[in-house]
């Protein structure tokens, strides 16, 4: 969010009309909320969140399913080597779990997630 925000928003908002059901993980909210009172935070931060949230149709209650996904994921990258971030892996369950496509700009940790389907904006 504090890299492109603009672009994400008017991509999200091309999403919006055409009535893609646009839905963020319980932990992905955290994160952006958690940026509002972080080293790095502004007054700007909780602004741009909002209007993010403002788009978005639903946010995804951390699961069962979610929690499950999110320790095979983790085992499998451990076993190879190639573990990412604790909050990526379980945003990555969560994608998994609810069949969805992740949107993100760290392609770099999440295309190492098998069965994981990523769009970068």
């Keep these: 969010?504090?890299?492109?925000?603009?672009?994400?928003?008017?991509?999200?908002?091309?999403?919006?009309?055409?009535?893609?059901?646009?839905?963020?993980?319980?932990?992905?909210?955290?994160?952006?909320?958690?940026?509002?009172?972080?080293?790095?935070?502004?007054?700007?931060?909780?602004?741009?969140?909002?209007?993010?949230?403002?788009?978005?149709?639903?946010?995804?209650?951390?699961?069962?399913?979610?929690?499950?996904?999110t320790v095979k994921i983790k085992k499998r990258l451990s076993d190879k080597g190639t573990p990412i971030g604790n909050n990526d892996t379980m945003i990555a369950g969560h994608a998994v779990s609810a069949n969805s496509v992740l949107l993100t700009n760290n392609k770099k940790e999440f295309k190492r997630v098998p069965d994981l389907e990523i769009e970068v904006w």
């Design 1 to 69: 969010m504090r890299e492109r925000p603009e672009s994400v928003l008017t991509e999200l908002q091309t999403r919006v009309q055409h009535r893609d059901r646009i839905v963020i993980s319980a932990i992905t909210y955290a994160e952006l909320r958690f940026g509002a009172i972080g080293k790095k935070s502004s007054p700007r931060h909780n602004v741009i969140v909002d209007e993010f949230m403002a788009r978005i149709d639903a946010v995804l209650a951390w699961d069962m399913a979610a929690v499950e996904e």
